[in-house]
C-alpha cells in the first residue's frame, strides 16, 4: 500500500491512525455509538470504546485484536488495514447488513450484558451477515477469517497466490469437484431419466457421462475448472438425456465458493496444519443446501462435502466433494 507524504516524508503510523480515527464515521464507536472510541479492533477495521473493548478481548484475537489507538505499538500492515477496510461505517455495512427490523442496538449505556451479546452476535456468530457470506474459523492460532470482508484478504486472493494468465482472464487457482451420487432425482422418460450434471463456471462448463435408467445414480466423476480471480457462483444443472429431442431439465442450484477459497486462502499451505475445521457455508433459505457445508483440511487437502437439493424441481438431492488447489501444487 502506498503511504502518503507530508512535505516529502512518510507521514507516522501514529499520525495516520488519529486522522482516520478524526473522520466523521470513527468518532462514535462501532458497536454502541459511544463517543470519542480510543480503542480498535485492528484485523476488524473498527474503532470501539473502552467497553465495547473489554468484550472484543474476550473473544480472542483470532476474532478480534484489540489495540489502543494512543498506548500501543501498531505494524505499518495493522495501520494499512484499518485504512483498507475503510473505518466504521464500511465495517458496518457488512457486519449489520441483515439486522432484523426493530432490533435495537445496544446503546452506550447499555449493561455489559447487552454488549457482549450483541458483539458476539455481530462478530463471533456473525449473525447480522448475508447467511452465504458467513464463515466459521475454528484455530485461534491462524489469521481471522472475520478479515474476509476487508480488502486485505481479498486483495491476498489476487495477489499472494500464484497466478496464471488466458486472454483477458487471470485464475488464482483449481477447483476440482467430484460428483459423487444423485438421489430421488425426478423422471423425465416413461418410467426413469438418464441424468448427467453440467457444472459451469464463468465461461468453462464441463460434464459428467449420462448414466441411463437410473434415478439414484452413483457417478464418483472428477471434473477440474479452473478458478478466475473475480469468480462467481459454480453452477450446476442436472439433464435427462433424450436422444430424439432436446434433453430435460432434472434440476438446478447454485455453489457460494467463498468459504471453500477464502477459507484456503487465509491458510495458505493446507500441508501445514492437521486434520480440522477451517470454515463453513451455512444452511439458509437463500440457498439449496441440505445441512451446513463445512470446510476441512484432510490429509493437507483443503475439501468441502456439499449436498444440495435441487431447486426448481419436484424432487431430487446431489451429493459432490470440492477441492481447493492451488495453482503451484
Keep these: 500500500?502506498?503511504?502518503?507524504?507530508?512535505?516529502?516524508?512518510?507521514?507516522?503510523?501514529?499520525?495516520?491512525?488519529?486522522?482516520?480515527?478524526?473522520?466523521?464515521?470513527?468518532?462514535?464507536?462501532?458497536?454502541?455509538?459511544?463517543?470519542?472510541?480510543?480503542?480498535?479492533?485492528?484485523?476488524?477495521?473498527?474503532?470501539?470504546?473502552?467497553?465495547?473493548?473489554?468484550?472484543?478481548?474476550?473473544?480472542?484475537?483470532?476474532?478480534?485484536?484489540?489495540?489502543s489507538v494512543t498506548l500501543d505499538d501498531w505494524s505499518d500492515d495493522e495501520i494499512d488495514s484499518m485504512f483498507?477496510?475503510?473505518?466504521?461505517?464500511?465495517?458496518?455495512?457488512?457486519y449489520e447488513a441483515f439486522i432484523p427490523e426493530g432490533y435495537a442496538k445496544p446503546g452506550p449505556d447499555a449493561s455489559h450484558a447487552e454488549?457482549?451479546?450483541f458483539i458476539r452476535a455481530k462478530y463471533e456468530l456473525q449473525t447480522f451477515l448475508k447467511p452465504s457470506l458467513r464463515i466459521v474459523s475454528l484455530p485461534s492460532r491462524t489469521t481471522s477469517l472475520q478479515s474476509t470482508f476487508s480488502t486485505k484478504i481479498m486483495d491476498s486472493l489476487r495477489s499472494n497466490s500464484s497466478q496464471k494468465s488466458e486472454g483477458m482472464v487471470e485464475f488464482i487457482g483449481l477447483l476440482k469437484v467430484k460428483v459423487i451420487k444423485g438421489t430421488d432425482l425426478a423422471i423425465r422418460d416413461m418410467m426413469s431419466s438418464d441424468p448427467y450434471v453440467i457444472l459451469t463456471l464463468g465461461q468453462q462448463t464441463v460434464q459428467?457421462?449420462?448414466?441411463?435408467?437410473?434415478?439414484?445414480?452413483?457417478?464418483?466423476?472428477?471434473?477440474m475448472l479452473s478458478v478466475p480471480q473475480s469468480y462467481g457462483a459454480l453452477k450446476l444443472r442436472v439433464f435427462d438425456h433424450d436422444t430424439f429431442s432436446s434433453d430435460d431439465i432434472m434440476g438446478e442450484a447454485e455453489i457460494d465458493l467463498q468459504p471453500l477459497i477464502t477459507s484456503?486462502?487465509?491458510?495458505?499451505?493446507?500441508?501445514?496444519?492437521?486434520?480440522?475445521?477451517?470454515?463453513?457455508?451455512?444452511?439458509?433459505?437463500?440457498?439449496?443446501?441440505?445441512?451446513?457445508?463445512?470446510?476441512?483440511?484432510?490429509?493437507?487437502?483443503?475439501?468441502?462435502?456439499v449436498s444440495l437439493k435441487l431447486q426448481n424441481v419436484e424432487s431430487g438431492e446431489l451429493e459432490l466433494e470440492l477441492e481447493w488447489m492451488p495453482l503451484d501444487q
Design 1 to 67: 500500500m502506498n503511504r502518503p507524504l507530508e512535505l516529502g516524508r512518510p507521514i507516522s503510523g501514529k499520525r495516520r491512525l488519529k486522522d482516520l480515527l478524526l473522520q466523521k464515521d470513527n468518532r462514535h464507536c462501532a458497536d454502541c455509538g459511544a463517543q470519542d472510541p480510543k480503542w480498535a479492533s485492528a484485523n476488524i477495521g473498527v474503532f470501539i470504546c473502552l467497553k465495547c473493548c473489554g468484550v472484543h478481548r474476550s473473544l480472542g484475537t483470532h476474532i478480534s485484536k484489540v489495540l
Design 84 to 94: 483498507e477496510v475503510g473505518g466504521n461505517s464500511s465495517a458496518n455495512a457488512i
Design 115 to 117: 454488549r457482549a451479546a
Design 208 to 223: 459428467t457421462t449420462i448414466i441411463k435408467s437410473n434415478l439414484n445414480p452413483v457417478w464418483n466423476e472428477e471434473l
Design 264 to 305: 484456503a486462502i487465509a491458510f495458505g499451505d493446507a500441508g501445514m496444519f492437521g486434520n480440522m475445521q477451517i470454515g463453513k457455508w451455512l444452511k439458509s433459505h437463500d440457498n439449496a443446501l441440505v445441512n451446513d457445508s463445512t470446510v476441512n483440511i484432510v490429509d493437507g487437502k483443503v475439501k468441502q462435502e
